[in-house]
């Protein structure tokens, strides 16, 4: 709420701003701009004055250019109350409004026939309401953001019905949905199908109770017959995963009817469980903008002015820099034309931007610019390269691990594959054996660490095995970054940026398979974790003379950072202070630095839903590594701004450049509509998920003066739409006695709570508690 009275207040000031050079803008009858003053009649009605006396809300009747109507409640230039508005395509709207946003009860109609009828937020469907489609399907429930979300009733035209909870506008957690030949299904959903655990009841008395997946049986269930028998093991789509005991009734045993089978029961769901599908709502309240008016006070010859339906207004886009000096404050045209035209940028978007204060004759330094892309990351591994032969080694080691193991059939594992024992050992002579292929490096072993482990989580991740393998083992080399981390490991990308490879000391390989049970199972249970996906543990053991031989253990992790989205800005938090500062002057940071705490300029503001998601996720993923003693993570963060002006300078939210320049008009860029759109397709959700892809807002934050430690500083107000990228890394730090050896070293010189190294207890609660302050909900 802040951050939006914030919003407003620069609204207010840039419109000031705006009067003093153009006038100030009122609202009037477009066909009678040239009478208002005699305040004649609109159309044969009265007509109201475009201000009031003293700023208070009082009734009003607009025609607007484009045909569009209001009447209702006005205040200042915007509805405000109780007020009608009807626009031209046949949509409608009759209900509170609070500043040109539907806020409060309302009531939005479609030309469709469509009807949404209560609470609105911030021109969104927000709160308790009912939606009534077009084909007469009817929603009952909450609303999040103009998507079902919470617990609802749907009646769907067909007579069938659904009543539980929803998530991002599907069918997700527990719910019952009743088909209208009477089959019924009480049980969890995910994405909008039958998912997880639950019990189906057909109508001639035949039930199955167990696990699904995609809207089947999958995993251990039971099916009964109204007779009494039964059969019970796993199931799956699958004929040879299939395994179980079927227990016929003694009535059955003596008819001797016992031939049956489980592809019986997949062949009937088929066609009794089809789940009726949602309607798209084409145009979303929020999309709605009021039209353009002109301004009354202005003459004749006024620019048009437009009124957004969150209340912000543009500034026209003639204005010269000659006008610029009634806010320079004296600075000179030269002055002007030296900036780069920024300044003259910030003019015509009618906000505090860069270093002009608007109205003011003062220069502080404050401009946001992304910085300078930075060369693709890494130097490829060539033959020639010192680490030509590991690199050959990795390939074909993944080659063979890959290509040759069968595919794991369930995700359910026995406790011996978590055995650190479990390990398989390869050898790779030069000219070859009967497993593995004739090349031309040096002789080696390679070793695969839990193999049927890492297989499976690679199928719970959704890893193809081929595009894996051709990732990693293709033409193209891999490369490895300039410098090793803190740690002393080395970092290598492959070549299409979607896995990362990376050497890990004896001790980190110790730790994660220690671990590597509960962190299966973590998975299993919260797949939106947060927590760095591992996908192979293995070793490189080179032979030969003792002086030469040595051991090298990777891991391999998926890039947070592999997107179609450029990042501008990297953050790697903690929230400690000792040592969490990339002194970097302005001019060498670019896309490929990593900043730390100290440098953190920004509040990250997630929409609702994600929200309540990202505050869960990281309580249950500190949780799990409290409880596994790890310490020293922390959590990377990489944000795309989405509106630059040509020059790279960042575009506050809501505000266009007057060419509209953005950065790169050929990447994506999602706008208001594109945002509302996304919202309701849920195809437009798969390349997005907690920490992914991302649409979100970051608010500007400052430090005070003389306060260089402090890790959050005072909002500013000031909204920039960014793409979010944020994952939790470096989750192998046991916190062992040299750990423990650091903290009580450093604690006799500084603060013990500013330094990394603490109990994992205290680590994981002043981590929660920093991400809790840094993290907000988007009001």
């Not at 109201?48 to 009082?58: C, F, K, L």
């Not at 049986?217 to 099916?223: E, F, I, R, V």
């Not at 019986?264 to 309607?279: A, R, Y």
């Not at 996908?535 to 391999?556: D, E, M, N, S, W």
Request: glycine letters at 10%.
């Amino acid at each position: 709420m802040k951050a939006w009275e914030a919003t407003i207040r620069k609204t207010q000031n840039a419109r000031k701003c705006a009067d003093s050079l153009f006038g100030t803008t009122s609202v009037a009858h477009a066909d009678d701009i040239e009478d208002d003053q005699n305040e004649e009649g609109c159309g044969g009605g009265g007509h109201q004055r475009a201000a009031s006396p003293g700023g208070e809300v009082y009734n009003a009747e607009r025609f607007l250019p484009n045909g569009d109507c209001y009447t209702g409640q006005w205040y200042d230039i915007f509805p405000h109350g109780h007020g009608k508005y009807l626009w031209t395509d046949g949509c409608s709207y009759v209900g509170e409004w609070c500043r040109g946003k539907k806020m409060g009860k309302g009531r939005f109609s479609w030309p469709s026939g469509a009807v949404y009828e209560g609470e609105f937020n911030n021109g969104y469907m927000d709160g308790q309401g009912t939606y009534t489609g077009p084909s007469g399907d009817v929603y009952r429930g909450q609303w999040t953001m103009n998507m079902k979300h919470g617990h609802g009733i749907r009646s769907y035209v067909n007579g069938d019905r659904y009543e539980g909870d929803w998530r991002r506008g599907l069918q997700e957690g527990n719910g019952k949905y009743q088909w209208v030949n009477e089959n019924c299904y009480v049980g969890e959903w995910k994405n909008g199908v039958i998912s997880g655990r639950g019990k189906f009841v057909w109508s001639n008395g035949y039930r199955y109770e167990g696990y699904w997946e995609d809207g089947l049986p999958k995993g251990s269930g039971t099916y009964r017959w109204p007779d009494g028998s039964f059969y019970t093991g796993n199931w799956s789509k699958d004929p040879d995963e299939q395994n179980g005991t079927f227990y016929p009734a003694k009535a059955r045993i003596l008819e001797g009817n016992l031939d049956w089978s489980p592809n019986d029961v997949f062949m009937n769901l088929s066609e009794c469980i089809k789940i009726c599908p949602g309607e798209k709502v084409m145009i979303l309240p929020s999309q709605k903008k009021l039209a353009v008016w002109r301004s009354s006070k202005s003459g004749e010859g006024a620019k048009p002015r437009r009124g957004m339906v969150d209340g912000r207004a543009s500034v026209g886009l003639e204005r010269t820099v000659d006008r610029m000096k009634v806010l320079e404050g004296g600075v000179s045209d030269d002055d002007v034309v030296a900036e780069g035209n920024i300044v003259a940028e910030a003019d015509m978007l009618g906000m505090e931007i860069g270093d002009v204060k608007l109205g003011g004759g003062s220069r502080t330094p404050g401009y946001l610019k992304v910085p300078k892309a930075g060369k693709r990351q890494g130097e490829t591994i060539c033959k020639g390269h010192k680490n030509y032969e590991l690199m050959l080694n990795l390939q074909l080691g993944i080659r063979h691990s890959v290509g040759r193991a069968p595919p794991p059939t369930t995700l359910d594992l026995k406790s011996s594959a978590f055995d650190p024992k479990e390990k398989v050992w390869t050898k790779f002579p030069p000219e070859g054996s009967k497993h593995t292929p004739p090349h031309q490096s040096c002789e080696f072993k390679w070793k695969d660490y839990c193999p049927l482990v890492f297989r499976t989580l690679r199928k719970l991740f959704k890893v193809d095995p081929a595009d894996y393998m051709l990732s990693i083992c293709g033409d193209n080399a891999l490369r490895e970054l300039s410098s090793p981390g803190k740690s002393g490991s080395f970092f290598y990308l492959t070549d299409d940026d979607r896995y990362m490879i990376k050497t890990i000391k004896k001790a980190e390989a110790k730790v994660l398979l220690r671990m590597l049970s509960a962190y299966y199972n973590h998975f299993r249970a919260f797949e939106n974790s947060l927590v760095t996906k591992f996908f192979g543990l293995h070793c490189v053991k080179l032979t030969g003379p003792a002086a030469l031989q040595k051991k090298v253990r990777f891991i391999i992790m998926g890039n947070l950072f592999c997107s179609e989205y450029s990042i501008h800005r990297k953050f790697d938090l903690k929230g400690s202070s000792l040592g969490r500062l990339t002194e970097k002057p302005e001019s060498q940071i670019d896309a490929n630095t990593i900043l730390k705490d100290l440098n953190l300029n920004f509040l990250f503001r997630l929409q609702k839903p994600w929200y309540q998601e990202f505050c869960r996720q990281i309580d249950r993923d500190c949780e799990f590594l409290e409880q596994e003693r790890i310490m020293d993570y922390s959590l990377l963060v990489g944000l795309h701004f989405r509106e630059t002006t040509g020059a790279g300078y960042l575009i506050p939210s809501g505000s266009r450049t007057p060419s509209g320049e953005v950065e790169n008009e050929s990447a994506p860029r999602l706008s208001r509509v594109d945002m509302d759109q996304l919202l309701i397709d849920p195809n437009m959700w798969a390349s997005i998920r907690l920490g992914v892809n991302m649409p979100s807002c970051v608010e500007r934050m400052v430090r005070q003066s003389g306060a260089e430690l402090q890790l959050v500083g005072e909002p500013t107000g000031e909204l920039y739409e960014v793409i979010m990228f944020f994952g939790v890394i470096d989750i192998l730090q046991d916190y062992d006695i040299t750990k423990k050896l650091e903290h009580a070293y450093k604690s006799f010189q500084y603060d013990p709570t500013s330094i990394s190294a603490v109990d994992p207890r205290q680590y994981s609660r002043r981590f929660r508690d920093f991400l809790f302050r840094i993290f907000l909900e988007d009001e």
